[in-house]
């Protein structure tokens, strides 16, 4: 069954440590994987995918994700978080032609 | 910038009531998407559009029907609203191959 899970509801960490948001996929083929942030009271934004190519990909914000195919994991992370990087996050796969699993988000709170 | 906009932010009707809600986006996207996101659910699909008159169902098409007359615009619509659809409705957009999908700011529905 094709789905995409992000095990944490929540991510606590100071200002200025290393960030991981986990998310973790299953889907048959190829994986399409992304990452969006949503702040409060707003849509998604997309922050960065991986299609194909280097396993570490660069999104917007310093973000970066790594896709790992033998552990079917897709982290984002980030070296040094934000206070203003505190929002839910968003993990998702492409399964089908143009229908997409969303995980079902990662709170993340970045204390002073 | 790209731009999806939402008819309202916040959305008030009664059980058994019809309920519309309007999606445009401003850059031509081939495709647009409405999601509902519940806590701890994440986002799930109801519907996509790849075309004018195009619609496929998503995960949960049940209660819902939708309308896209225009390239610009796609119309989510409930026939008779129920509690249980009581949610955040999002709707999204994006390019043909491009799978970085442009989100609105939501629709908070209530349905008393």
């Known amino acids: 069954a094709q789905s995409v899970a992000q095990p944490e509801d929540q991510v606590n960490v100071a200002e200025g440590n290393p960030l991981t948001v986990k998310c973790t996929y299953s889907?048959?083929?190829?994986?399409?994987l992304f990452w969006y942030v949503q702040y409060p009271n707003r849509g998604l934004q997309f922050l960065l995918k991986?299609?194909?190519?280097?396993?570490l990909v660069k999104g917007s914000y310093g973000f970066e994700a790594e896709f790992n195919k033998s552990q079917t994991s897709f982290h984002l992370k980030k070296p040094s978080a934000l206070v203003s990087d505190s929002a839910l996050y968003f993990c998702?796969?492409?399964?089908?032609?143009?229908?997409?699993?969303f995980g079902s988000g990662t709170k993340l709170n970045v204390k002073p | 910038d790209v731009k999806v906009t939402q008819s309202s932010r916040y959305l008030v009707k009664r059980t058994g009531e019809k309920v519309f809600l309007e999606c445009v986006q401003d850059?031509?996207?081939?495709?647009m998407f409405w999601y509902r996101q519940d806590p701890g659910l994440g986002l799930r699909l109801i519907y996509f559009?790849?075309?004018?008159?195009?619609?496929e169902k998503g995960d949960i098409p049940e209660g819902y029907s939708v309308s896209r007359e225009k390239k610009e615009r796609f119309s989510l619509i409930l026939e008779s609203a129920s509690t249980n659809q009581t949610s955040m409705y999002l709707c999204?957009?994006?390019?043909?191959?491009?799978?970085?999908?442009?989100f609105g700011p939501g629709t908070r529905l209530t349905v008393t």
């Open positions: 999204a957009s994006s390019f043909e191959g491009s799978y970085e999908q442009y």
């Open positions: 889907v048959s083929g190829n994986p399409y």
């Open positions: 991986y299609i194909t190519g280097d396993n």
């Open positions: 998702a796969v492409r399964y089908n032609f143009n229908k997409f699993y």
């Open positions: 850059m031509d996207h081939e495709n």
């Open positions: 559009s790849y075309d004018v008159k195009m619609k």
